[in-house]
């Protein structure tokens, strides 16, 4: 479920500056969350500055029309930057760590066969690829050379899991997708918001409070009842 930005009219600086200023906190606690997901493979300051791009391209787009507050317009523009970053940059740094093994093993090939490991040449016809490309992997490989892929490699970690469906959850989201996002969109703004957060941008009921403005209970209220709304609209529709 996309949110919404809205332009009716022009900011004044002033008003963007102020809503960066007075959502820095939320921006680096964003950064520091995502961080702590990829374990330090990537750097707190580098997250940190992507977000405040983020947290400014926010400030520049929205415009109040009561419905949403600006904090939580923010929080989901800047998690996406990141998430998007930590995606692109964990793929890049998983292919290394894999092409690494590959150029490790048709070492051991060539010496096994008496042949030179340390032949460039020899060592690109075994990995079928041409010396350019090698050098390519060598350069790659160079950034991940202290790296394990264990250290690297969660299978329990979001970044890294396989997005394929399953038969049963590709039948699952056949016949129910179109159907829940119909009844989403029965939903007040403000139910749909809650629910996003906390499902999809894995906000919990405290970081939700924040974000809306509003108390941990509330939170907990609206997400059951918006669960409890749709469950009925399913099952009635």
């Known amino acids: 479920?996309?949110?919404?930005?809205?332009?009716?009219?022009?900011?004044?600086?002033?008003?963007?500056?102020?809503?960066?200023k007075s959502h820095i906190p939320l921006a680096r606690k964003i950064a520091w969350q995502i961080h702590g997901r990829v374990r330090d493979l990537l750097d707190i300051d580098d997250l940190i500055q992507i977000g405040m791009t983020a947290l400014v391209e926010a400030a520049q787009r929205f415009q109040d029309t009561g419905e949403a507050t600006f904090g939580a317009y923010a929080s989901i523009r800047v998690r996406g930057?990141?998430?998007?970053?930590?995606?692109?940059?964990?793929?890049?740094?998983?292919?290394?760590?894999?092409?690494?093994?590959?150029?490790?093993?048709?070492?051991?090939?060539?010496?096994s066969e008496g042949l030179d490991p340390d032949n460039q040449t020899l060592l690109a016809e075994k990995l079928g690829i041409g010396m350019a490309e090698l050098q390519n992997w060598h350069t790659q490989v160079a950034k991940v050379s202290d790296k394990s892929l264990d250290e690297i490699y969660d299978d329990h970690s979001i970044w890294f899991a396989d997005e394929k469906p399953?038969?049963?959850?590709?039948?699952?989201?056949?016949?129910?997708?179109?159907?829940?996002?119909?009844n989403l969109k029965k939903l007040n703004e403000r139910d749909a918001m809650v629910l996003q957060l906390y499902y999809v941008e894995e906000l919990n009921l405290e970081e939700i409070a924040e974000t809306l403005s509003i108390s941990i209970g509330r939170v907990s209220q609206i997400k059951k009842a918006a669960i409890g709304q749709l469950r009925q609209w399913m099952d009635t529709d």
Do not use: F
Not at 166 to 182: G, K, V, Y
């Open 1 to 20: 479920m996309a949110l919404k930005a809205y332009s009716s009219g022009p900011l004044s600086l002033q008003d963007i500056n102020a809503r960066v």
């Open 81 to 111: 930057a990141l998430v998007d970053h930590v995606r692109n940059n964990l793929t890049l740094t998983r292919t290394a760590v894999q092409r690494r093994d590959r150029i490790v093993q048709a070492r051991r090939d060539l010496q």
């Open 166 to 182: 399953t038969p049963e959850s590709a039948l699952l989201t056949s016949e129910l997708r179109d159907r829940l996002a119909e």
